[in-house]
């Protein structure tokens, strides 16, 4: 019993941390009152048509807050749009699907875009293979964000469980299997939360911002042109030399443009 009663303590103790953390992850993530007036002074600037003034206001308000979201970048997106530019529009769209990857606005607006440019931006080559393209799908449902939450409780739901079997488990089957099913759940968060972390510290995208940019075989403006790029194409960005990307896209490969050519997500 002693021995029982030690394990659930370390176990309370483990879920009193987790919650201390994540208390202080949300504390950190609040949002400056004077950003949500200063927002919304910008937003009453784009809906009176003012949008170059809009969207400056909204990037000088990132860069002094340190703040991005989605609500941000959507609203960037839709300014640029308004300007007909859909190459920078579609960028900011995407930076704010990040974000949020089930915002329905977001996501109904990128395809919009995409439609009207007559793009085809779907699954990047590195989702190639069926078991790939469904995983890196799961991943896309949430932000880190939401990966940690997800993490988290489900790592609460586990702890619960695994008292529960310390004290039931003898008697009933069932919170056996439900342990197990937690720890599986638990395990598999975890996983999809550390590749979603990777992903977002390795993988760079960007959209290019017009139609008819060259892609050189080599950094060098005098070089031979490997393939052209249409405004609003998402690429793999693999390296940086100077003032060039190096990129892939899906169809075309790799090849070398000028880093003004190209809107980073």
């Given at each position: 019993?002693?021995?029982?009663?030690?394990?659930?303590?370390?176990?309370?103790?483990?879920?009193?941390?987790?919650?201390?953390?994540?208390?202080?992850?949300?504390i950190?993530?609040?949002?400056?009152?004077?950003?949500?007036?200063?927002?919304?002074?910008?937003?009453?600037?784009?809906?009176?048509?003012?949008?170059?003034?809009?969207?400056?206001?909204?990037?000088?308000?990132?860069?002094r807050?340190?703040?991005?979201?989605?609500?941000?970048?959507?609203?960037?997106?839709?300014?640029?749009?308004?300007?007909?530019?859909?190459?920078?529009?579609?960028?900011?769209?995407?930076?704010?699907?990040?974000?949020?990857?089930?915002?329905?606005?977001?996501?109904?607006?990128?395809?919009?875009?995409?439609?009207?440019?007559?793009?085809?931006?779907?699954?990047?080559?590195?989702?190639?293979?069926?078991?790939?393209?469904?995983?890196?799908?799961?991943?896309?449902?949430?932000?880190?964000?939401?990966?940690?939450?997800?993490?988290?409780?489900?790592?609460?739901?586990?702890?619960?469980g695994?008292?529960?079997?310390?004290?039931?488990?003898?008697?009933?089957?069932?919170?056996?299997?439900l342990?197990?099913?937690?720890?599986?759940?638990?395990?598999?968060?975890?996983?999809?939360?550390?590749?979603?972390?990777?992903?977002?510290?390795?993988?760079?995208?960007?959209?290019?911002?017009?139609?008819?940019?060259?892609?050189?075989?080599?950094?060098?403006?005098?070089?031979?042109?490997?393939?052209?790029?249409?405004?609003?194409?998402?690429?793999?960005?693999?390296?940086?030399?100077?003032?060039?990307y190096?990129?892939?896209?899906?169809?075309?490969?790799?090849?070398?443009?000028?880093?003004?050519?190209?809107?980073?997500?």
């Amino acid at each position: 019993m002693k021995i029982r009663l030690s394990i659930v303590g370390l176990i309370i103790a483990n879920l009193m941390a987790a919650g201390m953390t994540l208390s202080f992850y949300f504390i950190g993530r609040r949002v400056h009152p004077e950003y949500r007036k200063e927002f919304s002074q910008a937003a009453s600037l784009q809906e009176s048509g003012h949008l170059n003034e809009a969207i400056r206001q909204y990037q000088e308000l990132r860069e002094r807050y340190g703040i991005e979201s989605c609500n941000l970048y959507y609203n960037i997106g839709s300014a640029y749009y308004a300007l007909s530019q859909p190459g920078r529009a579609l960028q900011y769209y995407m930076k704010a699907r990040k974000l949020k990857p089930g915002d329905r606005h977001v996501r109904r607006n990128i395809s919009y875009v995409e439609k009207k440019l007559n793009l085809d931006n779907s699954l990047p080559e590195r989702e190639n293979g069926l078991f790939r393209r469904y995983s890196f799908r799961i991943i896309g449902f949430y932000s880190i964000y939401g990966w940690t939450i997800f993490s988290v409780a489900n790592y609460w739901r586990f702890c619960i469980g695994i008292i529960l079997l310390i004290f039931f488990g003898s008697k009933r089957k069932f919170f056996v299997y439900l342990a197990l099913i937690l720890g599986i759940i638990f395990v598999l968060g975890l996983s999809f939360t550390g590749t979603k972390a990777w992903l977002d510290t390795t993988t760079r995208e960007g959209v290019a911002l017009e139609s008819g940019v060259p892609a050189m075989y080599e950094h060098d403006d005098q070089g031979q042109i490997a393939f052209t790029l249409q405004e609003g194409m998402v690429v793999n960005i693999l390296s940086e030399w100077r003032d060039w990307y190096e990129i892939r896209t899906n169809a075309a490969g790799r090849g070398w443009v000028k880093r003004t050519a190209i809107g980073e997500i």
